[in-house]
């Protein structure tokens, strides 16, 4: 996906080789930390804390050098500060509201997410990908009118 | 797998960027295709002209620059003749070797497959990932053990 919408970026400075090394491993640290779903408010207090938990148990597999790169992308991705990683968290962003719309809404539908928490989410695709932003209000209008996404802010916690 | 075992690569002249985008668009054919299994005889006969058909439809979707990106990455990665195809190929079989080891075997033994022909499919990691040869040697001796691969050739189609 990060290849393929690479022709509507909206900055430069992006280098993809890195961005598409980034996408591969900005969600390793899963593996130990477990996914955290993106409207678990409850799940997002301790994330930081599971997640570099993790990181360190599974980047000392790892050579050093390779330790290092696989931090520091892990790192960057989610600091969301360089034209890599602003890049690659769109599309991370963006490729949810694919599935869901594409599957009557299931995750939002299964945990009430309403259209604002969609759009506080996929914010970073506005400047990433600013051609699509068209399609995704789009999608987002048309999933609240199929009832995927709730009118006001309700999420249940996973717990 | 791509990233991490390249410190293993048995030869010279890959571009692990370039192998990483092959990685990604090897198999998106199968979108329309299917997926053949590796040892399916049957599905075999026309898995070519179902693939070539499926990446007609597909590559057609895309601006002509990723397409032709996209089809020439599609079309080396199948001939495995070039140093990016080797490797890309031969991670590309490890992978289920580990996946059907980590799962007592689970498509192996509902397929009855044999150690011969899991041999057969996984020669190119030989040269490609050297180091490791012993380590699949392991796996797949430990495999025939623990009844996960028959001694014989035996292969169910999938029809």
Same mark, same amino acid.
């Given at each position: 996906?990060?290849?393929?919408?690479?022709?509507?970026?909206?900055?430069?400075?992006?280098?993809?080789?890195?961005?598409?090394?980034?996408?591969?491993?900005?969600? #390793?640290?899963?593996? =130990?930390?477990? $996914?955290?779903?993106?409207?678990?408010?409850? +799940?997002?207090?301790?994330?930081?804390?599971? &997640?570099?938990?993790?990181?360190?148990?599974?980047?000392?597999?790892?050579?050093?050098?390779?330790?290092?790169?696989?931090?520091?992308?892990?790192?960057?991705?989610?600091?969301?500060?360089?034209?890599?990683?602003?890049?690659?968290?769109?599309?991370?962003?963006?490729?949810? #509201?694919?599935?869901? =719309?594409?599957? $009557?809404?299931?995750?939002?539908?299964?945990? +009430?997410?309403?259209?604002?928490?969609?759009? &506080?989410?996929?914010?970073?695709?506005?400047?990433?990908?600013?051609?699509?932003?068209?399609?995704?209000?789009?999608?987002?209008?048309?999933?609240?009118?199929?009832?995927?996404?709730?009118?006001?802010?309700?999420?249940?916690?996973?717990?």
């Amino acid at each position: 996906m990060a290849l393929t919408l690479f022709e509507y970026a909206g900055f430069d400075g992006i280098d993809i080789d890195r961005v598409l090394r980034m996408a591969i491993v900005h969600d #390793l640290v899963e593996i =130990y930390a477990g $996914d955290t779903f993106a409207y678990d408010t409850k +799940g997002y207090e301790d994330k930081e804390k599971r &997640e570099k938990e993790a990181a360190n148990k599974l980047f000392a597999m790892l050579p050093a050098s390779l330790a290092l790169e696989y931090r520091t992308l892990w790192e960057e991705f989610d600091q969301m500060e360089t034209p890599d990683s602003k890049y690659a968290a769109a599309i991370d962003r963006f490729q949810p #509201l694919l599935n869901n =719309y594409l599957t $009557d809404g299931h995750t939002w539908v299964k945990h +009430g997410v309403s259209a604002e928490q969609v759009y &506080e989410r996929i914010a970073p695709v506005k400047a990433a990908l600013p051609e699509l932003w068209e399609f995704v209000e789009y999608v987002v209008n048309d999933s609240c009118k199929k009832g995927y996404l709730t009118a006001s802010k309700r999420v249940k916690s996973t717990d």
